[in-house]
């Protein structure tokens, strides 16, 4: 077997905690299935700035590159707050992500059966979504030019972001989106505003192009943002792919979240191009952030972080089978009851966060026979 290599970086507050409890089920693949990792850890966020100064160094970039695969956590510490805004905690992410390419940025929001009731939304309206966002993300108001604080004459100030996005930039991400919809439910729901923004009407043009040329078999609609918000939450089941840039896709993927429960269930993959040989750079990581108010207190829900291991397994290792595992193994757990209080409901057993990773490794083995 070929050694893979993960670069695991928790970053801060619930990260650590979280990363704690994959490390649990990444362990349990190498003893149970004969997956041989060679796993090495840095700091990023918070936790770098506390010790280097920074909140990504440079040879973290260079391992990342280097591996096989990204482990994430979250970063982010409001202890920092106050630090110039190229050294703020968020900074490692977004440096990762422009640094390694990761344009596409899968938000996959999926209701387990047992969870149906925990959302804010009625059971009948979420239960068996399966939809899949996908975020541009090395791109758009994130990072275009200009952008700063700028004092004026009369001593006020303007802040000034950019939205930009290239014919590349959106074919590319749609072709993420339009393949995978042809693995999946043949329909891709591309979301944008272009009745107020040039970006947006760009986006439209060129993904209408794209589908026409190469793309026919798949079913494409257009949908502006907005009603998109409210779309997801009237009728979340009217979606299979939807496809947006990184502003609109960072809110609707938080929305989409709580139709499956909790910010706390959400896995992401972020990738990059194929690159000559054949490699693709690769970042998984929940969809939540360090989550300061609940950091510490054990009660986070590690199963956002535990799926994102899994995607990870399928779409760096192709290993399709030991991702469908963890993702069983956390579905029987949901059904035995077991809830973490991010997605408590009445008559179920309340856990903390290392229960419910302890409890997923054993569901692991009974379902490993
Ligand atoms: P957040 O996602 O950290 O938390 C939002 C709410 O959801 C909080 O009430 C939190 O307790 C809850 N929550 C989040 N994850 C949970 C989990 N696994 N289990 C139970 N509850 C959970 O968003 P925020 O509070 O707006 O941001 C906090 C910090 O995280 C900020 O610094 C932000 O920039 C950063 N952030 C980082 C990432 C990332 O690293 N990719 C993503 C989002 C936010
Ligand atoms: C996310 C986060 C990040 C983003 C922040 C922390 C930079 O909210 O991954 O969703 O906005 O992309
Ligand atoms: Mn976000």
Redesign the pocket.
């Known amino acids: 077997t070929v050694t893979k290599k993960l670069l695991v970086l928790p970053?801060d507050?619930?990260?650590p905690e979280?990363m704690t409890e994959v490390a649990r089920v990444v362990a349990w693949m190498g003893r149970a299935r004969g997956i041989a990792f060679d796993i090495s850890e840095d700091l990023v966020?918070g936790a770098s700035l506390a010790v280097h100064g920074v909140p990504i160094r440079d040879e973290v970039i260079v391992a990342a590159r280097a591996a096989d695969a990204v482990l994430?956590?979250?970063?982010?510490?409001?202890k920092w707050a106050s630090v110039g805004f190229d050294l703020r905690?968020?900074v490692a992410?977004l440096k990762l992500r422009q640094e390694l390419g990761l344009f596409a940025n899968l938000r996959p929001a999926k209701v387990f059966d047992a969870l149906a009731e925990a959302s804010t939304l009625k059971p009948e309206v979420v239960a068996g979504l399966d939809i899949m966002i996908v975020r541009e993300s090395v791109g758009g108001i994130y990072f275009g030019t200009p952008r700063g604080i700028e004092t004026l004459p009369d001593g006020t100030k303007r802040g000034i972001n950019t939205e930009i996005y290239t014919t590349s930039e959106i074919e590319r991400v749609a072709r993420v989106a339009f393949d995978l919809a042809r693995q999946r439910g043949k329909r891709v729901c591309s979301v944008e505003k272009c009745n107020v923004m040039e970006s947006g009407l760009l986006w439209k043009e060129v993904v209408t192009a794209l589908h026409a040329r190469e793309y026919a078999d798949v079913e494409l609609t257009h949908m502006l943002a907005d009603n998109c918000a409210m779309q997801l939450v009237r009728n979340p089941r009217q979606f299979d792919v939807i496809v947006t840039g990184n502003l609109f896709g960072d809110l609707l993927s938080d929305l989409a979240s709580m139709l499956t429960g909790?910010?706390?269930m959400l896995p992401s993959a972020t990738l990059g191009a194929v690159d000559g040989e054949g490699r693709r750079p690769a970042l998984y990581?929940?969809?939540?952030?360090?989550?300061?108010?609940?950091a510490g207190k054990g009660?986070?829900?590690?199963l956002?972080q535990i799926l994102s291991f899994a995607m990870l397994l399928r779409y760096s290792f192709a290993m399709e089978a030991e991702a469908a595992l963890i993702e069983q193994a956390v579905a029987n757990v949901l059904a035995s009851g077991l809830r973490?209080?991010?997605i408590m409901s009445p008559g179920m057993a309340q856990v903390g966060t290392s229960v419910m990773g302890e409890a997923v490794v054993r569901e692991l083995d009974k379902l490993n026979g």
């Open positions: 970053g507050g619930i990260g979280v966020g994430f956590g979250s970063v982010g510490d409001p905690p968020e992410i909790s910010l706390g990581e929940p969809i939540h952030g360090s989550a300061p108010d609940i009660i986070a829900n590690p956002a973490t209080a991010d």
